[in-house]
């Protein structure tokens, strides 16, 4: 007699799925929990569910996986599972040169990789006590703010698309374009420009770049409050967001927050000015502080932020010296040993890396110190107590970068 | 066992549905060939006849349901159309305009492209309760449309308690919310179910109080009646006695529809798709539709209750009786007693205007040529001639004139239920109740206790 073989249910085994009658799907034998953390987080209590945001959801800027625990809308506890975008940037900075990890580094701020491209190139300049031409470091300062405001016209629209709003992410995208299309007159990329080289930067100003910006910056301003005016006096705008997420300034600080959430919570900390690098002493802009802490206090600090770095941005056009972009290096470039640690203002706060250079044409170690992580760990402590509709306006007027923060 | 060995289990739950329809029409056509070859088919008939003009208002009734469900499929797709264009304006963008001219077949496509969709439904669904809820959600926006005066006397069902019987079925639709959040088997859809339910019955209050001020006016629920009383010029219209309802009924609109800013039952910022994040084909198609449906409907009863409804700006009858052609449907009809001479006029007009106008266009543009310009001149003479019996048609009957204003004013509406979404952000669930309770329920009492005050006010003056 012939008995047909067993099979066990399977996932590569197609027949036996389609065969087998779709069910409730059987229940996931739990993991035995590694934390007394996980064990109390993953205990239901009494009218509480989990809700999975992400890591495929509209508003989670990337993919971002936070499992919520509520009572009903209310978010009773959240735990924040990162890592869905890690790609080692830092350990394959160590299998390239310092010229690869340039390149490396590009994406880990998608939205403004200017600022994430120039932390290898400060870093081996800093290790061989570089001399950077003048020329050089005005082109970085112009095209760090140009990208910094691009970075700040699309918060804008991505708090407003958080919210419901329809119009103002359109608003900042056409702002976003112009800058774009400028930079990849420049730099030949309209998103990871790799621009930034060791001892200088990539091409000089074209007419095309020098034109295009001309002709944006007689407009700029104008289309920043425009833009302002659709939400600042918005009712439902302000109701959402004022006295929402306020982070007073010692949970800042002991959360080593940087950047505008920092600052819009009363500390009035910018790299630029604390530890100045580049050309930024030689400028004169203001660092916008608010008191308030709140996500409408971020949001105002944003729009105070792209008008001061229209400023800066004019300042460095009259003041751009003729000369080089490029200091002379030879083509085998060998860092001398030792260790360095630099830091810079990005439009989400203190983009930092710590060099450590063992005397090869390869950087030993290269550790890398984002914002976002930093900024992103407040959601754990504002959400709590708040609505499900709360948790978007909260993590949107954070900013946060995925790129950065799983690197 | 092979799959085919029990095709019943292995239908979709439509299909359990269409199979017996078909079995019933092949029974039925069976039946009446062989009366008819048997001879006893014309008396049969008869009967058949003589029971339908008994029951004449049954019948009545299924066909202004059935006109009501066609009419709103062109009307969704304007509104989808509209909403598409308006906010890619806003947004500085062009919109759609590669389907048609200036895209207006876009949504038609749409709609087309839904049906042809996989219909899917997931394992895990309560699939009787999963497949009936579209359908719930769409009847019950589709059967308010019976009760609303799109003309003079084009009322899909004569009612006295018009309004009561609007809000009863209007409000079965949250019903069908929480049908399809309940029954999709996910947590996202679970809450968009439920905050639909919470929203909108806290928000039915107000929108019912808000027209209890105008019911106090008119002194009926008819809603025919409520627009014969506004007749006249557009002061007489309702929202000038009573503004502060139409300000609580058009937000509680809003909430009622589900619309920006208050569209956080499908928030998909927060909640994904709401309640139909599982839906997917001609099932999700339905709760598209209705939403579409629900802002005309909504905008069709703020227009009959506050903006006149079928009433022009003005009451230009006098006038036209004041220049003689107040009738000239008589005119047109009694065309045969101008005599053969003066009846050549009439045909005469084409050839008359076509070479006109072809001389015309000639002079302007010479470089045209002869025939060109007669082509020309021809579908100009046409358009003019159409035209020309256009606005006689819309000034000679009452019910064209009324359908015009009635459509016109209700996409207005439309129109600013549109550039709200495009302006606002999402208000919040709390705060919306809040506002719900807090605000608008106190208002529109006070706007009761004051219009009955003023009411009684009035006729112990007059009385």
Not at chain 2, 182 to 204: M, P
């Amino acid at each position: 007699m012939r008995t047909e073989p067993t099979r066990i249910r399977s996932l590569d085994d197609p027949e036996v799925l389609v065969q087998t009658p779709a069910t409730i799907y059987d229940a996931v034998p739990p993991l035995t929990p590694r934390t007394e953390r996980e064990a109390e987080f993953y205990t239901l209590g009494d009218g509480e569910m989990f809700v999975n945001l992400g890591p495929q959801h509209p508003s989670t800027h990337g993919v971002l996986r936070v499992v919520l625990k509520i009572d009903g809308e209310r978010i009773v506890d959240l735990d924040p599972v990162l890592g869905y975008l890690h790609r080692g940037v830092e350990k394959i900075c160590e299998h390239g040169d310092w010229h690869h990890a340039i390149s490396n580094c590009d994406p880990l701020e998608y939205a403004a990789s200017m600022f994430s491209e120039a932390l290898p190139v400060l870093a081996a300049e800093k290790l061989l006590g570089l001399e950077v031409p003048r020329r050089a470091e005005h082109i970085r300062v112009l095209v760090w703010e140009l990208n910094r405001i691009a970075s700040h016209a699309l918060f804008i629209g991505w708090l407003a698309l958080d919210l419901g709003g329809l119009t103002p992410i359109l608003y900042g995208f056409t702002e976003r374009d112009e800058i774009v299309e400028m930079l990849a007159a420049l730099t030949g990329q309209k998103l990871l420009f790799n621009y930034m080289r060791i001892g200088g930067v990539n091409g000089d100003l074209n007419h095309e770049f020098l034109s295009r910006l001309g002709d944006w910056m007689g407009r700029a301003g104008k289309h920043i409050d425009g833009q302002a005016t659709l939400m600042n006096e918005n009712e439902i705008f302000v109701n959402r967001t004022k006295g929402l997420g306020v982070i007073d300034r010692e949970t800042a600080l002991r959360l080593a927050m940087s950047g505008p959430p920092l600052r819009a919570s009363g500390v009035p900390y910018d790299v630029r000015r604390a530890h100045p690098y580049s050309v930024y002493p030689e400028l004169e802009f203001d660092v916008p502080v608010r008191s308030e802490g709140d996500s409408y206090a971020r949001y105002l600090l944003h729009i105070e932020e792209i008008k001061q770095s229209l400023r800066i941005i004019d300042q460095v056009l009259q003041r751009m010296p003729d000369g080089p972009v490029m200091a002379k290096l030879p083509r085998l470039l060998r860092v001398p040993p030792g260790r360095a640690y630099i830091a810079l203002e990005s439009p989400r706060g203190q983009y930092a890396a710590y060099a450590i250079s063992d005397g090869t044409d390869q950087p030993f170690r290269f550790r890398i110190h984002d914002p976002s992580f930093f900024n992103l760990q407040a959601v754990g402590l504002l959400t709590p107590g708040h609505l499900v509709a709360d948790i978007m306006a909260i993590m949107a007027s954070l900013d946060p970068i995925m790129g950065g923060i799983d690197k | 066992m092979s799959s085919l060995s029990d095709p019943w289990k292995h239908l979709s739950t439509s299909g359990k549905i269409i199979l017996p329809l078909v079995a019933l029409l092949v029974l039925g056509t069976v039946a009446l060939t062989v009366l008819w070859v048997v001879g006893i088919g014309p008396q049969v008939m008869q009967g058949l006849l003589d029971t339908a003009g008994a029951n004449i208002g049954i019948l009545r009734f299924l066909a202004a349901a059935t006109g009501v469900l066609l009419f709103t499929v062109p009307a969704a797709f304007v509104i989808i159309f509209m909403e598409l264009k308006i906010i890619a304006f806003m947004n500085l963008r062009i919109g759609p305009n590669r389907i048609g001219p200036w895209g207006t077949l876009s949504s038609t496509i749409h709609g087309l492209k839904v049906l042809a969709k996989e219909d899917y439904t997931p394992s895990g669904v309560d699939v009787p309760v999963f497949t009936l809820a579209p359908a719930v959600v769409y009847l019950a926006a589709v059967l308010t449309l019976l009760v609303i005066p799109f003309g003079p006397g084009m009322l899909g069902y004569e009612m006295e308690l018009g309004l009561l019987y609007f809000f009863a079925v209007g409000g079965l639709g949250v019903i069908g919310l929480m049908m399809a959040g309940w029954s999709s088997f996910n947590k996202y859809s679970l809450l968009g179910g439920l905050r639909a339910a919470a929203a909108i019955i806290s928000y039915e209050l107000p929108l019912i109080l808000g027209v209890m001020g105008v019911v106090l006016l008119a002194g009926t629920l008819n809603l025919g009646t409520i627009v014969e009383n506004q007749s006249g010029w557009f002061l007489n219209w309702y929202a000038f006695q009573q503004p502060l309802a139409l300000i609580i009924f058009f937000i509680a609109a809003t909430a009622e529809a589900s619309r920006t800013p208050f569209d956080f039952t499908e928030a998909d910022s927060e909640i994904v798709a709401g309640f139909a994040t599982e839906y997917s084909g001609m099932r999700f198609g339905f709760f598209f539709f209705a939403e579409y449906v629900n802002v005309f409907i909504l905008s069709a009863l703020t227009v009959t209750l506050f903006l006149g409804g079928w009433n022009g700006l003005f009451d230009i009858d006098p006038l036209l009786e004041a220049v003689g052609i107040a009738t000239p449907v008589s005119l047109s009809l009694d065309i045969a007693s101008l005599g053969p001479w003066l009846m050549a006029i009439p045909v005469l007009v084409l050839p008359i205007l076509v070479m006109g106008l072809t001389a015309l266009v000639w002079m302007v543009k010479s470089s045209w040529g002869f025939l060109v310009s007669l082509i020309v001149g021809f579908v100009l003479a046409n358009l003019l001639i159409v035209g020309a019996l256009s606005i006689w048609a819309l000034f000679s009957f009452d019910a064209l004139m009324g359908i015009t204003w009635f459509l016109g004013k209700s996409f207005a509406l439309v129109a600013l239920f549109v550039l709200m979404r495009a302006t606002f952000p999402r208000v919040r669930m709390d705060q919306l109740m809040g506002f719900a309770w807090k605000w608008m329920m106190p208002a529109a009492l006070l706007n009761i206790f004051v219009t009955a005050g003023a009411i009684l006010i009035v006729k112990e003056l007059a009385g």
